[in-house]
């Protein structure tokens, strides 16, 4: 018999599996805690569970993660994590200390289909998404190492989806996933703590608004089709004018809420005033915030990043415009722990052009 994986049953399922056991349904509220909040993987230890409880958790289930398969922590103390999924492929998960936050970057699916021309995860292809246990598991993970690795700054206070895949391809597991981060019996996260990156699926991104609590960043990178489809192929079927129709009514007004549009700084491809201009009035209307991103190279990379000087100007610009405007912090690159850098080991590789026909059928 296959056990179950307690990490894919949201409190409810587990709910109605403890209650056909005949216990009481509250029961299920403490398993969530052992196993979330106090990150247990072995049920005899559930010590306000009975006895009997314990061992048909035990015969019946898991708590089991991805597992740990490389470890390397890079000179800013960034850690990069290649884990094992149950069959030939890899993912990975960073974890970014800063003084009074710890950020952890988790993956959504084995590879990406969405092909951008900037990202070196394109390059591997796709091979499925990840489930529940698998998103999930990689905040279970994390926080039990951090503990044992007794590192100055362990604490996960937030959590972006912003690793391997496109969360919204993956939509049922990321929402069900994001949920338990922001769940009280669960990871507790703030729900401006826990963030959704996409590239924008239109249809997709306006389910997300009804289903989940969580932060918004949308990979933008250019402020014109032509621009975007050569970078984002996605681009074609979800174009700028729907994406940003969405994206006015993301967040309820009175929420005051802002959505993040991430921007990538490519040399000569996105990055002369004209393209700042053009950003200010793509974005006027819609309440938002810009993170820039230097550009993070790989074996390969068709693109170079922006100089300094230029992001500068870009960000001043921006900023004179009332436009709340960050640039990141390059992270980790020197163990290719760094945004766009994650490769992980995807096995059956499915040829991309193959995939963006499924896509486009989505
Ligand atoms: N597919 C989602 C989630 C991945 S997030 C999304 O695109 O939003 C990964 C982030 O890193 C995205 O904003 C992506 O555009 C950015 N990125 C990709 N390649 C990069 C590179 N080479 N240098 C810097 N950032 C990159």
């Known amino acids: 018999m296959i056990k179950g994986n307690i990490l894919n049953f949201e409190v409810s399922d587990l709910e109605s599996v403890i209650e056909k056991y005949g216990e009481k349904s509250y029961r299920a509220k403490q398993i969530f805690k052992w196993v979330h909040q106090l990150g247990y993987t072995d049920f005899s230890n559930m010590s306000n569970l009975s006895l ?22 890079a000179a800013d103390d960034t ?15 960073i974890f970014i200390p800063e003084n009074n936050r710890g950020t952890l970057c988790i993956s959504s699916q084995a590879g990406c289909a969405a092909n951008c021309g900037f990202c070196q995860t394109a390059v591997g292809g796709f091979n499925r998404d990840l489930d529940v246990s698998e998103i999930i598991g990689q905040l279970h993970f994390a926080r039990n190492r951090l503990q044992q690795l007794n590192v100055n700054m362990d604490k996960i206070t937030n959590v972006v989806m912003m690793g391997m ?12 996933a994001t949920g338990m981060m922001l769940d009280d019996d669960a990871y507790g996260l703030s729900k401006h703590r826990v963030t959704v990156s ?35 192929p996605i681009n074609k079927k979800y174009p700028l004018e729907g994406l940003m129709n969405v994206c006015r009514n993301y967040f309820p007004k009175e929420s005051k809420r802002k959505i993040t549009f991430a921007y990538l700084m490519l040399d000569n491809v996105n990055d002369s005033m004209e393209d700042a201009k053009r950003l200010v009035k793509l974005i006027s209307n819609i309440p938002a915030k810009v993170n820039l991103i230097p550009f993070n190279s790989f074996e ?7 100089p300094m000087a230029r992001i500068l100007e870009f960000r001043n610009f921006l900023v004179e415009k009332n436009i709340p405007t960050t640039i990141r912090k390059t ?32």
């Open 198 to 232: 996409t590239v924008g699926i239109t249809p997709k991104l306006k389910e997300l608004s009804k289903k989940s609590q969580a932060s918004l960043t949308v990979s933008l990178h250019a402020t014109t089709n032509k621009l975007r489809t050569e970078i984002i």
């Open 79 to 93: 850690i990069r994590w290649v884990l094992n999924l149950n069959c030939k492929n890899s993912i990975e998960t």
């Open 300 to 306: 390969g990379a068709k693109y170079g990043s922006s």
């Open 52 to 73: 009997s409880l314990r061992d048909f958790l035990r015969q019946n289930f898991t708590v089991s993660t991805p597992m740990l398969e490389k470890e390397v922590i």
């Open 331 to 362: 992270r980790g690159d020197d163990v290719f722990a760094a945004c766009g850098q994650l490769v992980g080991d995807i096995a059956k590789r499915t040829k991309t052009t193959k995939l963006m026909h499924n896509i486009v059928k989505y």
């Open 165 to 176: 895949g496109e969360p919204l391809l993956n939509f049922d597991n990321v929402v069900k």
